[in-house]
């Protein structure tokens, strides 16, 4: 309970739905679907076709809802253990970003989890297609929360969308595509040469229309020749052949120019090609 703030917490319990599902629809961010209650009951019983192995460690999430005095839902948030470190985990949380729900959320789940180290937004969960960290740009009173509540933040992702069809990009003349073995819903395309495998992409099947592209590689002695913007025109060719009507994806550019993972080229190529940044994705620790 925080009476000070004329707020109570309690279980979440399955009449609550509708009012939680309205919470996440005001977070909801350009380029994804919205929330269905599919999607929550997944959420709510630690399950996501996205990070599945990450889920697969994690104890069965608690959920709780902060009521009002009004007796109306203003907040949730749902966290659980990690089994084999007992690392805790702040799973997801909505609040329409009222800080000081946020504040009462968050001191609960901390206050519920031992004193160990605690981390927030690791990875994504069936409220999102993908989202494995907070959009701090989106949820700044989240951001601030967290902060107070001595979180630091790291940045991982930029997430990116465009429209589709992608009419200027050039397209590869022969690509193979077939199930992703990692994911059967995924789909994987390959174009080869003289037998080998020169450049290869991962994307999703459409989710209300919204197609995900998750990766895109190309082998190191075939660079310099265009195959990475030609990929990159089948791959959302092959969204739109499915359905989608918008593209997203995420850039792991957290290491700096010249290191190893300098995705510098990468941006360049997505921006070239019509995506925008909508957003900054941001995961965060709590140390014991």
């Not at 994690?58 to 007796?71: E, S």
């Not at 957290?254 to 080229?265: F, K």
């Not at 900054?280 to 709590?286: A, G, I, M, V």
């Amino acid at each position: 309970m925080s009476p000070a703030c004329g707020m109570i917490l309690r279980p979440y319990s399955p009449a609550d739905a509708p009012a939680v599902l309205r919470l996440v629809e005001a977070d909801r961010i350009p380029g994804q679907p919205r929330t269905t209650p599919a999607m929550l009951s997944e959420a709510l019983e630690g399950r996501s076709p996205v990070d599945a192995g990450w889920w697969a460690e994690v104890n069965k999430p608690v959920t709780q809802v902060a009521v009002n005095g009004a007796g109306a839902v203003v907040g949730v948030v749902s966290y659980a253990s990690r089994a084999r470190d007992d690392t805790r985990q702040l799973l997801w949380l909505h609040c329409r970003e009222d800080e000081t729900t946020a504040d009462v959320l968050i001191h609960h789940a901390v206050t519920a989890l031992p004193a160990r180290r605690v981390e927030a937004f690791q990875f994504a969960s069936a409220l999102s297609l993908g989202l494995e960290a907070l959009p701090v740009g989106h949820r700044p009173a989240t951001v601030r929360a967290l902060e107070q509540a001595g979180f630091t933040g790291k940045r991982l992702w930029r997430y990116m969308r465009a429209d589709l069809p992608a009419l200027t990009l050039p397209r590869l003349s022969h690509v193979h595509i077939g199930h992703d073995p990692s994911d059967r819903s995924g789909r994987r395309l390959e174009a080869r040469q003289d037998g080998s495998t020169v450049a290869e992409a991962v994307i999703g099947l459409p989710s209300q229309g919204v197609g995900v592209l998750w990766w895109i590689e190309v082998a190191a002695d075939a660079r310099g020749r265009g195959l990475g913007r030609s990929m990159l025109g089948s791959a959302l060719d092959a969204l739109t052949g499915l359905g989608a009507k918008e593209a997203i994806l995420y850039v792991d550019d957290d290491a700096p120019p010249g290191h190893e993972r300098d995705r510098t080229a990468a941006n360049r190529l997505y921006e070239s090609a019509g995506f925008t940044e909508i957003d900054r994705l941001y995961s965060y620790t709590r140390p014991s």
